[in-house]
């Protein structure tokens, strides 16, 4: 009769090894696991203060741009400048960067373009200045881009960068009568709001019905200005984005860090529970086989 059990003590052995390769197996699985946590951590952190240095840069350098761009945008609404109704092209530049990590600041811009697309996708053209919106629009609207820039968002911007973007944009095929320009104004640390500003050809201004209250203006001067408003404009917006983009890169590191804690702290524990476990058992196997014998 107690033939039949002959071998049950080299399998209870057999049995009780697996469990301790299985214990350990997720002990190393786990330190891994906290141990690349940790490098995250690291790297968030990092990334946080290299985004508050850019950020304060960034911020100072916004509070002085600013008044060209509000006085470009009264000369329109003084002269009351509004697009040719027989005309219905149309231009939307897209202000972002080539760089991720910092919220939702690329995708509130291709959206707002996305949705002006499904509206009349026929007469409206894109320019996209940084990688991210052309990466977003090209797999729905690829035929509207004419223009697209790259290397935007690793130094900060300056007016010598948007005078060449206005160059290339007034010297393309694309005839336009009005346009806009879509930016993430920034308003604090934690908010910014995407907006646009209005861009207009010259047979736009010089139709508007007030701009006889500037003096000796012919269509040279009127040229020549629009040139430079483009480029102002552009420049403030490029500003306000990327001062967008560091704030809110910024916070999404610090989140980004409170979050890689928690899960290092949760880690820990349940590292420091399966380890208990592990040597709880191996206890019972050993006081267990000192009493069999």
Known sequence: MFGRFGNLAPVLA????????????????????????????????????VSAAKYARAERELRAVRPIGDGTKQFYEKAEVTPIADVPAKLVIAITSDRGLCGAVHTSVARHIRNELAIDDQNTKVVCVGDKSRLILQRLYGKNIIMACN?????????????????????????????????????????????????FSLASVTAAPKLSIYDSLDDEVVQSYLEFSLASLLFYSMKEGACSEQSSRMTAMDNASKNAGEMIDKLTLTFNRTRQAVITRELIEIISGASAL
Do not use: C, W
């Open 151 to 199: 290397e935007i968002g690793r130094l900060p911007p300056t007016f010598i960068d948007a005078s060449k973007l206005a160059d290339a944009i007034l010297k393309s095929d694309y005839k336009f009568n009005s346009g806009e320009i879509v930016f993430n104004r920034f308003k604090s640390v934690v908010s910014y709001n995407t907006q646009t500003l209005p861009v």
């Open 14 to 49: 057999q049995n009780g090894q697996q469990q301790q390769q299985r214990g350990m197996a997720t002990l190393k699985h786990i330190s891994m696991r906290l141990k690349s946590v940790k490098n995250i951590q690291k790297i968030t952190q990092s990334m946080k203060m």
